[in-house]
């Protein structure tokens, strides 16, 4: 590793590509010059490249992952979000761009360094789950670490381990085939942190599933994060899925990103038409939290209910209705920081309805 | 509407009317110039004997190399035939009973025993075990032969597609054609035909193998390349396991070809096997042995088949106790009542010994008998039966309206005003076409009148590579059409069109009758599940069925010569007629069908305007592979007498000559593979309209 994860600034960039564009076609790169020119109007560049066969899945993507935070990239089928995320990986190599883990140039690497990376530093999970057929939960979960050379009875105690992680003690035996889609998906769950990954990519994880174990696995996967506090790369097209998981989200287009903030911020404040679209979806008040919307206490009032900076407005509304004018936010230290008034959530509230 | 006039006569419409026209002048330029009418023979070029002076190069190199290999796979071959032979068959029997219940069954297991017992009924006990000598040495070395070269076509892109060229190659050369050059290699006898078998049965491995690996799914490769797995270990842990149905599916199509091979390499002789039984009961004229032998042969196909699939299906085709077993058990107690029966044989050699060489009991010479009574009473319906189809299918065909009909047969003459109405109502058909917009549909219909009044032999040479590079050309495209017309030159300069021609109306014809009748069948199971239901296990059998055996039924009821090998070609290749038109027919959305009778169609309406067409695609496939059928038994037809390409190899193997034995191999050959194509590519354009223009 070049630097040293630390914990202490949550802010630290932990993987980040800059400009990161994948072309399909028959020649990608001279298409890709071709087209530089154009490079300010999509939508000239886009039909340009189909003039010439071929199709730029990702369009000049940037973005930077923090550590321990939740990075979802969201957009409509075909968007381009596999295929950003493949790129994340190298699964799939870039037209062009940069990809950097910990700083380290990825498209850089050597064949050998992206094989030690992937084995240490990378655990993914996929849309279909991915299980090999012929191999049992255990083996399955154990696979990774089979592929590393560790002794068989050291990686069946840490597949054990993590296949109690995700419930699933008592089926180590049974092949994937005779599981159901959510336990399946628990198996790719657990076969993904059994290397102890620093970066976790999930794409589409709960998209195969019925939406009530969807819900669940949601809940599963938050229980998860809280305790492992992994660095989560997650895609999704599910939008209410995005803004229940995600810390950050970016919101892709035509392989190209085009918003990127906190839930709060882009319910607040959609870049375009078609954010706003996405957001007619969204309960709004439950996104929205006291600290992103609050302002600064009037001079001469002492609220007289108090709620913390993280509580969604959505739990601030019965007071409200009870006739409360005005609410008191305080921070993590228990001062006061600011007030959030009846008039400005049911503002919002109006807002999210139409 | 005047675009459209104009349309008419456009330079595409008046060019494509020059084929017809241009076809007509070579027919009329024939009668003057012989050379036109018939290739002449100085002109043709030796390649026979130019492939005979390569081979002659060759085959004295590595002569030391094969006749080692030859020895070592002839003590393999003895040692085998010895075990198999010394067991008693009561232990043989129990054994493959076993492992027949767990790959299938009770009902599999009481397949197995009526089978093996009727083996023992009819006395060809040894010989079976011969066979299954021949197919357990061949099928170790095809399937490590085509797990090898499935495997390099899957790591090296740039080689598959000249392995899939191969793999067509492979699987249409006939195998009388590179039996000679193996006899040469491998000495006279049993290993030539084993190795034949070997090389035959290698392509349906290759292929499962090929396509088992392209089709892992992309997210388990990905799964393998975000584990950090080397390739090496992708391969091994990830790719080669979920590619392992595939693999078994081609182990049991690899045991089915070579099966229905070792009985067409047993031509050879030498060797008391199945094969040769039914061979020889063939040549003595008695039906009654080789209908017995033949029998044994499509119960030990059936058997191999039915208990490869089951056990290889394995833990997904779970139902019943009997499938809880392991199947390593299950091999190692077989193994045990084997060793059993081994010991028996000292114990008691005596009684044993007799057991195994238990006469038949079953006695078929009252077939013999019965046919010829059969024949003797009915013989007038199958004289006609046989003139008819010779009249007015054959002889139409080889000698053109012009010499097939007479007085005699069709009771009119081509006098001048029948050939005038001939041609007024083609030119008729062909207006009306033409009017339609279509003049490549106007220039076929005048180029195949053309055809049928001269007929195939007759056509003159430059006529027919025109014809079927246009064809071609409208099909696919001019890569196709010069690679056509290149084949079509090859024949001629080899000096083997007129057998290439004779061949091309037997296909012909016979591909007719299987339309007509299996067509028909098809048309009629596609509506009556009862039908479709009696013919499955039937088709099942004629598909597994070994070649030769086709010959019986044909030369039961006619004698040796063309007519039989004509039935006998049209008996292998209905199959795929019947299967075809079912399927097609029954694929037609339920909910098209009410739309058509929701507006008053009628049954037989709504078959001919509404199913038929739509099932067209289909039923094209389906005439592709009754083609592709036809033309693979016709080297085997070739035996019982018939005049074409078949019989230049048969003759040539009579002759150990390789050089004529290859060149018509390659005729042969790369017929096949055009027709497909062009069938094929027909198909395509009929699946996609839009394409048309
Ligand atoms: N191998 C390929 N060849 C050509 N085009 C491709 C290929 N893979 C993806 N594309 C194209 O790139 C675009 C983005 O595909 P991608 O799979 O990344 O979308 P996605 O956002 O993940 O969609 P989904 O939600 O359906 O998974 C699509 O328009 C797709 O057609
Ligand atoms: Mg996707």
């Known amino acids: 590793m070049s630097s040293a994860p630390s914990l202490a600034s949550p802010r630290q960039v932990k993987l980040a590509c800059r400009d990161l564009w994948k072309l399909y076609g028959a020649r990608p790169r001279d298409a890709m010059a071709a087209a530089m020119p154009l490079v300010e109007d999509k939508d000239r560049l886009r039909s340009e490249l189909a003039g010439s066969g071929h199709v730029a899945a990702v369009a000049g993507a940037s973005l930077e992952v923090h550590e321990a935070e939740i990075f979802v990239l969201m957009g409509l089928s075909g968007s381009g979000k596999s295929t950003l995320l493949r790129c994340l990986t190298r699964l799939i190599e870039p037209t062009s761009g940069k990809v950097l883990l910990d700083g380290e140039d990825l ?51 840490r597949a054990r381990e993590m296949i109690e ?96 903030g906190t839930p709060a911020e882009i319910a607040l404040a959609p870049a375009n038409a078609y954010i706003a679209e996405f957001l007619r979806d969204i309960p709004t008040l439950r996104v929205i939290k006291a600290a992103d919307v609050m302002r600064p206490l009037a001079a001469d009032t002492s609220p007289a209910h108090v709620v913390s900076g993280s509580a969604v407005l959505e739990e601030i509304v019965p007071l409200v209705l009870n006739g409360t004018p005005l609410v008191g936010v305080q921070d993590e230290a228990g001062a006061i920081v600011g007030q959030v008034t009846a008039a400005e959530i049911a503002e919002l509230a109006r807002q999210g309805r139409d | 509407m005047k675009s459209h006039i104009a349309n008419l006569f456009s330079p595409a419409a008046i060019r494509a009317l020059a084929v017809p026209g241009a076809i007509l002048l070579c027919v009329v330029a024939g009668a003057k110039w012989n050379w036109i009418a018939q290739f002449p023979d100085d002109w043709t070029l030796p390649v026979a004997a130019g492939i005979n002076v390569i081979l002659n190069s060759i085959i004295p190199n590595i002569l030391p190399l094969t006749s080692t290999v030859s020895h070592a796979l002839g003590t393999m071959l003895g040692s085998l035939v010895a075990t198999l032979q010394f067991l008693p068959w009561p232990a043989v029997v129990l054994a493959v009973m076993l492992i027949g219940f767990k790959a299938g ?30 197919v357990i040495l061949a099928v170790p070395i095809s399937v490590l032969g085509g797990f090898l070269l499935g495997l390099g076509a899957f790591l090296l892109p740039w080689v598959r597609r000249p392995i899939e060229l191969l793999f067509d190659f492979m699987q249409t050369f006939p195998a009388f054609a590179y039996l000679i ?102 040549r003595q004229a008695d039906l009654g042995k080789s209908l017995l032998s033949g029998l044994v042969i499509v119960l030990i196909s059936i058997i191999t088949d039915r208990i490869t699939a089951g056990i290889f299906a394995g833990r997904r085709a779970q139902n019943g106790w009997h499938m809880r077993w392991g199947t390593a058990p299950v091999l190692l107690a077989a193994a045990a009542i084997l060793g059993m029966g081994a010991l028996s044989r000292w114990a008691a050699p005596d009684l044993v010994q007799g057991l195994n060489e238990t006469r038949g009991v079953i006695d078929l010479s009252v077939v013999n008998s019965a046919v010829l009574g059969f024949v003797g009473r009915y013989g007038h319906i199958l004289d006609a ?5 010779l009249y007015y299918l054959v ?13 005699t047969t069709w009771g009119f003459a081509m006098t001048p005003p029948v050939t005038a109405f001939y041609a007024a109502v083609a030119l008729l058909l062909a207006i009306r076409q033409w009017a339609k917009g279509n003049p490549g549909g106007a220039a076929g219909t005048l180029s195949l009148a053309i055809l049928l009044f001269i007929g195939l032999v007759g056509f003159p040479w430059p006529a027919a590579i025109l014809l079927v590079m246009w064809c071609a050309l409208r099909v696919s495209g001019p890569k196709f059409a010069f690679f056509a017309g290149a084949s079509l030159g090859f024949a001629l300069l080899s000096g083997l069109w007129i057998p290439f021609v004779k061949s091309l109306y037997l296909v012909g014809v016979s591909v007719a009758l299987c339309a007509l009748v299996g067509g028909l069948l098809g048309m009629l199971a596609a509506h009556n599940s009862w039908l479709s239901a009696g013919l499955r296990p039937i088709n099942d059998a004629l598909q597994t069925m070994p070649q030769f055996v086709f010959l019986i039924p044909a030369l039961m ?39 058509a009778r929701q507006l008053g169609c009628t049954p037989a309406q709504s078959n001919l305007l509404v199913q038929v067409p739509l099932a067209r695609p289909a039923l094209l496939l389906g005439l592709n592979q009754t083609v592709m059928a036809a033309i693979t038994m016709l080297p085997i037809a070739a035996t019982v007498g018939t005049a074409e390409l078949g019989q230049q190899i048969y ?39 839009d394409q048309d223009k």
């Open chain 2, 557 to 595: 009821f006619f004698k040796v010569g063309e007519f039989a090998g004509l039935i006998a070609i049209s008996l292998y290749a209905i199959v795929p007629a019947i299967r075809y038109t079912e399927a097609g027919l029954r694929a037609v959305p339920a909910t098209i069908l009410e739309t």
């Open chain 1, 107 to 157: 498209l850089a690497a050597s064949r050998h360094r992206m094989v030690e990376l992937r084995r240490h530093a990378m655990g993914m999970v996929f849309q279909n789950f991915g299980l090999l057929p012929h191999l049992t939960v255990l083996d399955n979960v154990a696979f990774p670490l089979r592929v590393q050379g560790i002794e068989a009875s050291k990686r069946y105690a």
């Open chain 1, 165 to 260: 992680l995700v419930g699933l003690r008592g089926l180590e035996g049974h092949f994937p085939s005779q599981l159901s889609g959510g336990q399946q998906q628990r198996v790719g769950i657990a076969r993904s942190l059994a290397v102890g990954p620093q970066i976790w990519f999930l794409d589409e994880p709960f998209s195969a599933l019925d939406p009530l174990i969807r819900r669940q696995m949601q809940d599963e996967f938050i229980r998860l994060q809280k305790m492992l506090r992994k660095t989560i790369v997650f895609v999704t097209h599910d939008v209410q899925e995005a803004f229940r998981l995600a810390d950050r989200i970016a919101i892709m287009r035509h392989g190209s990103i085009v918003q990127m």
């Open chain 2, 385 to 389: 039966l046989k003139s008819g189809i």
């Open chain 2, 395 to 407: 002889l139409p065909l080889r000698l053109g309206l012009s010499g097939a009909v007479l007085p």
């Open chain 2, 181 to 282: 050059p193996l006899l040469l290699l491998f000495g006279f006898g049993p290993i030539a035909g084993l190795v034949a078998t070997a090389i035959y049965a290698i392509p349906p491995m290759a292929r499962c193998m090929l396509s088992g690996l392209t089709q892992v799914p992309r997210e388990l490769v990905e799964v393998g390349d975000m584990t950090g797995c080397t390739p090496l270990q992708r391969l091994l842990w990830v790719e080669l396991p979920s590619a392992k149905p595939m693999m078994m599916i081609g182990i049991n199509q690899t045991t089915m070809a070579a099966l229905s091979m070792v009985i067409t390499a047993s031509i050879i002789g030498g060797f008391d096997d199945i094969g040769w039984a039914v061979l020889s009961g063939l």
């Open chain 2, 105 to 134: 069954g009770l009902r599999l297991l009481a397949l197995c025993l009526c089978a093996l017992s009727y083996i023992v009924l009819a006395g060809f006990w040894r010989q079976s075990m011969a066979t299954l000598s021949l």
């Open chain 2, 651 to 689: 003759i040539s193997l009579g002759k150990a000559d390789a050089g004529l034995g290859i060149t018509a191999g390659i005729v042969f050959c790369l017929t096949a593979i055009n027709l497909d194509r062009m069938l094929r590519a027909a198909a395509e354009r009929c699946a996609t309209p």
